[in-house]
């Protein structure tokens, strides 16, 4: 028996489970299930299957049942379609739970803050129907947020397949969600729409090959998308080819030209973080934003923040509010000793950091970090360079990271002193994070700080010896 963290989002649900949580494979062998459906006679393809058809049959298929989940009659495409949103959910919801169920398992379901009572009553009854045990709903910036941002506004941010939400969030004994805000009507669906037409123009204006007179074509531009994002997060540019007819087509793709088309949605969601801030705030205080791996993503929205005066940006990892919940839940449940299923509006909030306690003192403030510590076992801090992954460099000394091989960088991270300074040079593109800021190319570190490495989890604090050779 197990607990599993479900994570609701239409732009790809995700479940956790095990000790240390992981995530689950629950769409083929695919970690995320995006809110897609397509009726047909034979059945309802639903998850990437849909997604995949999605430009196939554009008159068809179905993205707004999650996000207008509901039980009113659908407008009839033909006799084999859902009655209503609720069929479709129940039918992705159960597919999921095919994929991810072992006897005995409990589930806590980790949701969107714009979910009304009724709607949290439709998904319960579709679980219960489904005969899974639900625990209890968390709101998914209580369930993803991990690290306390003292004396700073701290705020979640979200991007779903049709709005993008920002949850501002209340420090104190106890972490709650104060006010929301969002963008409805905007959401991933009209940020790839908007840069698959570009991708096209660019094909047009540079080859007059135009990959929208086929829905094949066309369609290859949205399987191919995810890809060139990605692709475009750690280049300067990239070259896309496509073949139509037997002839190769090609353009030069560089992220500002998906940054640029994005820079209105992006606009509104700078403008709905000043508006918590105004609303909220007194004398403008300091911002921590926590992304999700869904919004942190998006090419240039990162720097778009960044402009935002006074602004921490904490990048969170792929399920952090699947993998949160797991974390929390025993914390929760002790608050909540009455039978039945608990809808939580708050969590214990500890103001420091979540896993090490041990917070430089004003003697000790200027001192230089001059050990790694790591599953209880300190490494000296020197010229030669703390080498930190799977696979390392046998001439430097190694820090070996667990877990499944697959979901582990070879290299993440080397640390060394250099020049009177221990510096964290970056080796992967997986995510290192400094007490929860994601580090981008070279960091220098300070005492007491804390690196997580995104894939796998793993923690580190930086300390000081008395002896620095001490191990």
Same mark, same amino acid.
């Given at each position: ?25 629950? %769409? ?5 299930? /995006?809110? *897609?459906?397509?009726? +047909?006679?034979? =059945? &309802?393809? #639903? $998850? ?56 005995? %398992? ?5 949701? /969107?803050? *714009?979910?009304?009572? +009724?709607?949290? =009553? &439709?998904? #319960? $009854? ?346």
């Amino acid at each position: 028996m197990s607990l599993i963290g479900l994570e609701i989002s239409d732009a790809g649900i995700i479940a956790a489970a095990g000790t240390p949580a992981r995530l689950l494979e629950l %769409d083929g062998q695919a970690t995320e299930s /995006p809110g *897609f459906a397509l009726p +047909q006679k034979d =059945g &309802l393809l #639903l $998850g990437k299957e849909a997604e995949g058809k999605a430009h196939l049959f554009p008159r068809q298929i179905l993205n707004r049942f999650w996000d207008q989940l509901d039980t009113e009659p659908l407008e009839q495409p033909a006799k084999y379609a859902p009655q209503s949103h609720a069929e479709i959910v129940y039918h992705h919801m159960s597919r999921i739970w095919q994929a991810i169920q072992k006897p005995g %398992d409990e589930v806590v379901l980790v949701v /969107p803050d *714009f979910y009304d009572r +009724q709607q949290l =009553g &439709l998904i #319960l $009854g579709i679980a219960q129907e489904l005969s899974m045990d639900i625990k209890g709903f968390v709101p998914m910036a209580l369930a993803a947020s991990s690290i306390a941002c003292p004396g700073k506004m701290l705020m979640y941010l979200d991007i779903h397949l049709h709005r993008i939400e920002v949850n501002y969030l209340k420090q104190g004994e106890y972490l709650t969600i104060e006010d929301s805000a969002m963008t409805a009507g905007k959401g991933l669906i009209h940020l790839h729409r908007d840069w698959v037409e570009t991708i096209a123009q660019e094909f047009v204006g540079s080859t007059r090959f135009d990959p929208l007179h086929l829905a094949a074509s066309e369609q290859e531009l949205y399987d191919r998308l995810p890809a060139v994002l990605s692709n475009l997060q750690h280049n300067s540019s990239m070259v896309f080819d496509m073949i139509d007819a037997g002839t190769a087509y090609s353009i030069t793709l560089k992220p500002d030209l998906f940054a640029d088309k994005a820079q209105a949605i992006y606009g509104d969601v700078c403008r709905l973080v000043e508006g918590l801030r105004s609303k909220h705030g007194k004398k403008k205080p300091v911002l921590a934003l926590q992304l999700s791996h869904r919004i942190s993503r998006l090419p240039g929205f990162r720097e778009i923040l960044s402009t935002i005066e006074d602004t921490q940006i904490i990048e969170l990892d792929r399920g952090a509010a699947a993998n949160g919940v797991l974390e929390i839940w025993q914390q929760l449940s002790d608050q909540h000793n009455t039978e039945g299923i608990s809808f939580f509006t708050s969590r214990p909030w500890q103001q420091s950091r979540p896993k090490y306690d041990v917070e430089p003192s004003a003697e000790t403030a200027d001192m230089l970090p001059t050990h790694l510590l790591h599953r209880s076992i300190a490494y000296p801090i020197n010229d030669n360079p703390l080498s930190i992954g799977r696979e390392v460099d046998s001439e430097k000394t190694r820090v070996q990271t667990h877990g499944h091989a697959s979901r582990i960088s070879p290299l993440y991270c080397t640390i060394g002193l250099r020049d009177r300074e221990v510096v964290l040079d970056e080796h992967s593109s997986d995510g290192i994070f400094v007490d929860g800021t994601r580090v981008s190319g070279s960091m220098v570190l300070q005492l007491g700080q804390i690196i997580r490495l995104g894939t796998n989890g793993e923690q580190f604090q930086l300390i000081a010896c008395l002896n620095r050779d001490e191990t």
